[in-house]
């Protein structure tokens, strides 16, 4: 139901690995030579950077490279283990500190409706005004409002543990950590909810209304603050189509053809325009799928594989207008 959210987290996740490993060493020392050198202590990786001979980029960089390759993965894990330990201390009010660790676990988990606070975020909202100084207010809440969404297997977890199969019951176990979240970082209050609510608490098939409301809202404050990186069309596309499959209610189609708007704006892409199209015939605004369709067939490329079928469909629904 979910999936394109759960494929936007993991094409982020993609980017972030693809960018550091393409990244060449600028430093002296190649990957086989830091191993070397280091002899399974993590610790002295961490001298090299002290004097100088590497940078946190640098050790960044062995890691992901390390992981990628398969080569050294028991020292790369460890490196990852003692990072935070051995961060100089201001290189703790870096953001890029910080979503280095993200990526590998553990995750932060939920415990009884509430978050568990680890050692970073404690020292994050501890630290608020020298984590804005080093970065900005605008990176920090957007940083914040990413991990404040958890992890999407834990909170699953956290779901089936406890039964919640009904969207009242999960508003209910989640609203003690929306409260603490009010307290620790209200600024990221309202996506943390709109995420929750779109992603865990209501199901399109049987809640399309509730569920277009809350999705339409966490689209917009996601691509406003920039949490999906490029993913902002895919996602207004994607919960576009799946809100016309549940639902052919007037008020819902408006919502996604002004979902599938904004997701032009951002991309133009001929599935998208096919979307649009639909919905005007939905509609039954006859003109204007014609039009739409037709342009499309004009002047946008469709991805053979991708767009096929989706292609045939939108066909024969504009043929029978």
């Known amino acids: 139901m979910y999936k394109h959210f759960i494929a936007a987290l993991a094409a982020a996740f993609l980017c972030f690995i693809g960018t550091i490993a393409a990244q060449t ?11 070397d050198h280091c002899k399974g202590n993590p610790k002295k990786v961490f001298e090299l950077v002290a004097q100088k001979k590497l940078d946190y980029l640098d050790v960044q960089t062995f890691v992901s490279n390390s992981l990628l390759n398969h ?11 003692a990072y935070w330990e051995n961060l100089a201390p201001q290189e703790r009010y870096y953001i890029s500190n910080h979503r280095f660790l993200d990526k590998y676990p553990p995750f932060m988990q939920l415990k009884d409706g509430l978050l568990v606070l680890d050692e970073r975020l404690e020292f994050i909202f501890k630290h ?17 409002s990413g991990k404040l969404c958890g992890n999407y297997l834990e909170t ?6 406890r039964k919640l199969t009904t969207s009242s019951q999960k508003k209910a176990a989640f609203q003690p950590y ?52 490029d993913g ?7 919960t576009a189509k799946e809100i016309i499959y ?3 209610d007037k008020e819902l189609l408006l919502s996604a053809l002004d979902m599938v708007n904004k997701a032009a704006k951002i991309e133009t892409r001929f599935d998208y325009a096919l979307t649009k199209a639909k919905i005007f015939a939905l509609l039954g605004e006859k003109d204007k799928a014609k039009q739409t369709y037709n342009e499309a067939c004009k002047t946008l490329k469709p991805i053979k594989i991708r767009d096929d079928d989706y292609h045939k469909e939108v066909k024969g629904i504009i043929d029978k207008l």
């Not at 430093?27 to 030579?33: D, E, G, I, L, W």
């Not at 699953?156 to 543990?161: A, L, P, W, Y």
């Open 246 to 248: 549940y639902s052919k």
């Open 25 to 35: 060493e600028h430093n002296c020392m190649t990957t086989a030579q830091i191993f």
């Open 128 to 144: 608020k005004d020298k984590m804005i100084k080093y970065n900005s207010s605008t990176d920090l809440t957007k940083y914040l």
């Open 232 to 238: 902002a069309a895919h996602l207004y596309a994607a």
């Open 71 to 81: 080569q050294y993965n028991d020292f790369a894990h460890k490196v990852i283990a």
């Open 178 to 229: 929306f409260n603490q979240i009010a307290t620790l970082a209200p600024e990221c209050k309202d996506y943390v909810e709109a995420h929750y609510y779109t992603v865990f608490v209501y199901n399109i098939r049987t809640e399309t209304k509730e569920y277009a409301r809350w999705a339409s809202i966490y689209l917009d404050m996601g691509h406003r603050l920039e949490t999906f990186n």
């Open 156 to 161: 699953s977890k956290f779901i089936g543990e």
